[in-house]
């Protein structure tokens, strides 16, 4: 058996585990009008529609963490891990992803860090923190 056929297989094993469906959104930088309500509200791209996710529990019972700095104080996020498949392109940083099937249907996670995946990884696996549901989501 060569490395590649072990991942290969790692991959497609990792996939079937992938039973969540999610919906890649990130903002574009423009704005609309709101007709409900008058107000500017951002503008969203959908990069990935369908997409199979997962959520793994987390392990040893110790969540990971980390700390940013928002306005001068500093926040300690709770992350989770979401797991996509291996080939996944286009995400970014800051990214939403809306949970539409799946245990966590409805769920709102933002990708903390979507770095490109590791060469011989069966998932990619982006650290993501759970968001409020945009407003000018409908």
Same mark, same amino acid.
């Given at each position: 058996m060569s490395v590649d056929s072990v991942t290969t297989a790692g991959r497609r094993a990792a996939e079937?585990?992938?039973?969540?469906?999610?919906?890649?959104?990130r903002k574009?930088?423009?704005t609309t009008q709101d007709?409900? &309500?008058?107000?500017?509200?951002?503008?969203?791209d959908t990069i990935h529609t369908d997409l199979p996710a997962r959520f793994?529990?987390?392990r040893g019972g110790a969540g990971k963490s980390r &700390?940013?700095?928002i306005g001068g104080a500093e926040v300690t996020l709770a992350l989770r891990e979401m797991h996509v498949p291996w080939a996944t392109e286009n995400l970014? &940083?800051?990214?939403?992803a809306l949970v539409t099937a799946g245990r966590s249907t409805g769920a709102v996670?933002?990708?903390v860090e979507a770095s490109a995946p590791a060469d011989q990884s069966t998932a990619y696996r982006v650290n993501v923190t759970k968001e409020d549901r945009p407003r000018e989501w409908t």
């Open positions: 079937s585990r992938m039973t969540s469906r999610v919906e890649i959104r574009t930088g423009r007709e409900t &309500t008058g107000y500017e509200v951002p503008v969203w793994p529990p987390e &700390t940013v700095d970014a &940083t800051g990214d939403y996670w933002r990708l």
